[in-house]
């Protein structure tokens, strides 16, 4: 009898394995990611497939077509988007045309014409406009943010909304799950008894969605004003705070896109609500506020295609003369380092700038790795002083910004939902330019014989990280 159930399980672990082998085989696009959850789910008896159906199988996707169907509207309203006319591009930017023409072909939402984009400085710049904006919210106040501390800054966001909520403002929140648990109390402990609706993306549970994260950071008030960028809500913003100090660079927006910010706030607030607000008032008439061109970008793992990572490609590729980078991390896939390169081959000057010391050692291990492919080809890396760096932007011949959420590694590119804004405006792309000449003007340059100096323990750790680089 104990032989029967024996070979009743074995037969069953190998059935198992075979079944999620043959489903990775079937379904994953990249075979560096097949072969990698084959042989886990071959070589790992029971433990194998449950990663791979509880990590590795992107059923967001699939529950993004049924509300289709269902609603009869696409999550990102996309036959709402064809209806506006294209913005045309100016004469002294006409020279973009062949990557707006990507753009517009890649991504549903059109580019706005009318838009104004402010940079924000850190925590003392950002916070104090938008606790402001907050404070003078009469209809609705949408925040989503991946890490909402419990703070001095965060208990000054939940009074402010909180209090918005009170004056009988329609206040939604969304934190990700696995942010929301970055700091004790959590936003939603500080926030219980009030009138605001919180809600938490993609709740941690077993078997659910543990590598799909909510990355954006969207703050829209009564539809008219919009913030957004690369910073979370908490002290470590603060470079005045105790530390540990984190360097960032936030946005206000203003003009026409301002209305694609709501709308995909009320995407990821269907997801995480089960119900997408109707309210006529959170798409009020929005006036012209400046001269730049702007298309939000939304992405994540219920798209059909990595529109983030293709608009990078594409800006790399019709860049004629420069290509900025401003990154925390950089873990580049194949297509994406001979774009890079490709670009210095053609003559285009290329300038990429890290932090010295990045806030997770793995991804600076694996980071190194990459560079010297770069440096080869005279691509000019630097690297950032303390404190931590956590800016990202991208500045394509001083005309056209990529600005946003995600960073330039396989999470954002491959696994977050993130949200960016492309910017087509010379005087916006001067001014990055301005920020990252300053930036290199106190770093340290990277040079090929740094990178081939490495002592050959060091060269073996971030060999080995590179090799975990597609799960960083």
């Known amino acids: 009898m104990d032989h029967v159930l024996w070979v009743l399980l074995i037969v069953s672990l190998t059935t198992l394995a075979l079944l999620s082998a043959g489903h990775a085989l079937i379904n994953k696009r990249d075979p560096r990611s097949a072969l990698g959850w084959i042989l886990t789910c071959m070589a790992i008896p029971l433990l194998g497939p449950l990663l791979y159906w509880g990590m590795g199988v992107n059923r967001i996707y699939t529950r993004a077509k049924r509300w289709q169907r269902e609603a009869g509207e696409a999550i990102s309203s996309e036959s709402e988007e064809k209806v506006a006319v294209p913005a045309p591009l100016p004469a002294e930017l006409y020279f973009l045309k062949e990557l707006r023409s990507l753009s517009d072909r890649v991504v549903s939402t059109e580019l706005r014409s009318g838009n104004a984009v402010v940079p924000l400085e850190n925590g003392e710049g950002a916070y104090p406009v938008m606790l402001a904006a907050i404070e003078k919210g009469v209809s609705s106040i949408h925040l989503c943010t991946y890490i909402f501390d419990g703070d001095q800054t965060g208990r000054r966001f939940v009074t402010a909304l909180a209090r918005a909520a009170d004056r009988g403002v329609d206040v939604r929140v969304i934190v990700d799950s696995l942010g929301e648990k970055y700091s004790k109390p959590t936003a939603r402990e500080l926030l219980k008894g009030s009138a605001v609706e919180f809600r938490s993306f993609l709740p941690l549970r077993p078997g659910g969605y543990v590598n799909l994260r909510n990355h954006r950071k969207i703050l829209v008030v009564d539809g008219m004003v919009g913030f957004t960028g690369g910073m979370n809500i908490g002290n470590r913003h603060l470079v005045s705070g105790p530390g540990p100090v984190v360097v960032d660079l936030h946005f206000q927006v203003t003009g026409p896109v301002v209305a694609d910010l709501q709308r995909t706030f009320l995407d990821d ?75 210095a081959l053609r003559g285009v000057t290329i300038t990429m700038v890290l932090p010295e010391l990045n806030n997770l050692p793995f991804v600076q291990w694996a980071s190194r790795s990459y560079l010297w492919e770069l440096l080869q080809q005279g691509v000019r890396i630097y690297a950032q002083p303390a404190p931590f760096v956590h800016t990202k932007f991208m500045v394509v011949d001083r005309s056209w910004s990529l600005i946003g959420s995600a960073n330039l590694d396989p999470r954002s590119l491959r696994l977050n939902f993130e949200l960016d804004l492309e910017v087509y405006d010379l005087r916006f792309a001067e001014l990055l330019e301005q920020r990252c000449a300053a930036a290199v003007a106190t770093s340290t340059e990277i040079t090929l014989a740094d990178v081939d100096g490495r002592s050959l323990p060091v060269k073996i750790r971030d060999g080995i990280a590179k090799l975990f680089s597609p799960y960083l």
């Open 269 to 343: 607030w269907r997801f995480a609500n089960g119900k997408r607000p109707t309210d006529q008032r959170l798409f009020p008439e929005l006036p012209q506020t400046g001269t730049a061109l702007v298309r939000a970008v939304s992405d994540g793992p219920d798209k059909r295609f990595r529109k983030l990572h293709w608009i990078i490609m594409g800006a790399i590729s019709c860049a004629k003369r420069s290509v900025t980078i401003v990154t925390p991390y950089f873990i580049p896939d194949r297509p994406l380092i001979a774009a890079l390169v490709t670009a």
